[in-house]
């Protein structure tokens, strides 16, 4: 089956620090990679969409500046938190998008990201 | 506007059945998705309908109606390892998902 990997799977860093979390689509391409962010008791907010090879679409008050995210690669996307603050911390999911089959476009999670910003 | 509503929380007693409703609107209609989240944990894909109807997979099944907006989890025999999260979430005209805010399901011995 589709596997999605994220790495790091937890870190902790200073607060003023960027921090790179990737995205992997391990056995399939992915053209679209969508990253979410869940913050304790609360559902999954979708943060933005990653098309390879072209600029990520940001949702509603996500600071694009802030949350910067490369598609370099049908398999691979990468987000950056820069100047991290302890607000940013959070379980950070990344999906990658599968093919149509039948009109279903099912999504494939990572395991996710534990941040957490001191 | 798009929405989905589920039940904030929920209890069941092991070897019990429990049913998980929700309602949604979305901005076009491309099916409607139930996901278990276990906590610390990404969510994983359960059931996908698109077609009006009851998809059985093993103990659990969904269930859509379309003219009413509505779905339900099924869940069967109930394990104490099925306390989760259940999210429902809609797949709108350009293929996002729209998430409820998940219903916790507890259970009990």
């Known amino acids: 089956g589709a596997v999605v990997s994220q790495h790091p799977s937890w870190v902790i860093c200073k607060s003023g620090t960027s921090v790179k979390i990737e995205c992997r689509s391990l056995d399939f391409q992915a053209t679209t990679m969508f990253w979410y962010r869940q913050f304790p008791k609360q559902s999954l907010m979708l943060m933005a969409t990653s098309n390879e090879g072209s600029k990520a679409t940001y949702e509603q008050g996500v600071e694009k500046d802030k949350f910067l995210i490369n598609h370099a690669s049908l398999t691979l996307s990468t987000l950056t938190v820069t100047s991290a603050h302890p607000e940013d911390s959070s379980f950070y999911i990344c999906?990658?998008?599968?093919?149509?089959?039948?009109?279903?476009?099912?999504?494939?999670f990572g395991p996710g990201t534990r941040l957490t910003v001191t | 506007g798009q929405n989905i509503d589920q039940p904030t929380e929920m209890t069941a007693t092991e070897g019990a059945i429990v049913q998980i409703n929700c309602t949604y609107q979305t901005s076009g209609f491309n099916g409607l998705f139930w996901y278990q989240q276990h906590a610390g944990e990404a969510p994983t894909f359960l059931s996908y309908n698109v077609l009006d109807g009851l998809e059985e997979k093993g103990r659990f099944s969904s269930f859509l109606s379309r003219s009413k907006g509505y779905s339900y989890l099924l869940l069967k025999e109930l394990q104490m390892k099925d306390s989760a999260s259940y999210l429902c979430a809609g797949m709108d005209s350009n293929y996002q998902l729209i998430w409820g805010a998940g219903t916790k399901l507890i259970i009990k011995p």
């Open positions: 999906s990658a998008r599968g093919v149509e089959r039948e009109g279903l476009y099912e999504q494939y």
